[in-house]
C-alpha cells in the first residue's frame, strides 16, 4: 500500500464454497497491537457462496504519509459461519486469517527498485549479522551459505534501518539470496562474499 495512491489499497476477498459467510475486518500493529493510522471499510460485510468483496485499506492519520520509511501492519479477516437453523448440536469454525500490509510513505520510490541489494552480511559469533540499511522491508524467498541451496538459513524479513541475526549459520564465505518483490515476484540472486 503506497501514499503515491492515495493512502488506499483495496484486498479481494473470495468465497469459493457453497456457503454465505460474514467477514469481519479490521487492521492491527504489526505485533496484533492498537494501531489508529490505518481503516479498513467495511468492517463488516456478508460475503455470499462463489462471491468476491473488496475491502478498502485507507489511511486515516495524515501524518504517517510523512513518515520515512515503511510501516508494518496486519490485516485481520475473521470469517464467521451462518448458523443453521436446526434441531442438535452444532460445531462452528471461525477462521482467522493475517495478512501483512505495508505502508510506503510519499518520501519514498513508489517502487523498491534494487534497494535490496545494499543490505550487508557480517560474521558474528554463532550466527550471521545481516543490516537493512534503507527505509524499505526486505522479504526475503530464500537465503543460502555456500554455492547450493542446500544449507538454507531461517531468516523471513529484515525491517527498515535495522539488524538482525541469524542463526544456523556455518560460517561460508559465500551467501546467497531472493527476495519477494512489490509484484509477488521472486528477485535475481544476489551473491555476496565475506
Do not use: C
Amino acid at each position: 500500500m503506497s501514499a503515491n495512491n492515495g493512502g488506499m489499497g483495496i484486498v479481494k476477498v473470495d468465497n469459493p464454497t457453497d456457503h454465505d459467510y460474514l467477514i469481519q475486518s479490521w487492521v492491527s500493529g504489526d505485533h496484533d497491537g492498537v494501531q489508529e493510522e490505518l481503516f479498513v471499510q467495511p468492517p463488516l460485510v456478508k460475503i455470499k457462496a462463489h462471491h468476491k468483496v473488496a475491502l478498502h485499506i485507507e489511511a486515516i492519520d495524515a501524518a504517517i504519509a510523512a513518515q520515512k520509511k515503511e510501516k508494518l501492519f496486519q490485516l485481520n479477516v475473521k470469517e464467521i459461519p451462518k448458523v443453521e437453523k436446526k434441531s442438535g448440536s452444532q460445531l462452528l469454525l471461525v477462521m482467522l486469517t493475517k495478512v501483512k500490509i505495508l505502508y510506503r510513505p510519499t518520501a519514498l520510490s513508489p517502487e523498491i527498485g534494487n534497494e535490496y541489494k545494499k543490505i550487508t552480511w557480517k560474521k558474528s559469533p554463532g550466527a550471521l549479522q545481516v543490516t537493512n540499511p534503507t527505509p524499505y522491508y526486505v522479504t526475503f524467498s530464500e537465503v543460502w551459505e555456500g554455492h547450493n541451496e542446500t544449507h538454507p538459513l531461517d531468516v523471513d524479513m529484515i525491517a527498515p534501518r535495522s539488524t538482525i541475526f541469524i542463526k544456523g549459520y556455518h560460517g561460508s564465505h559465500d551467501i546467497h539470496y531472493r527476495i519477494i518483490n512489490d509484484y509477488g515476484d521472486i528477485s535475481e540472486t544476489v551473491h555476496v562474499t565475506l
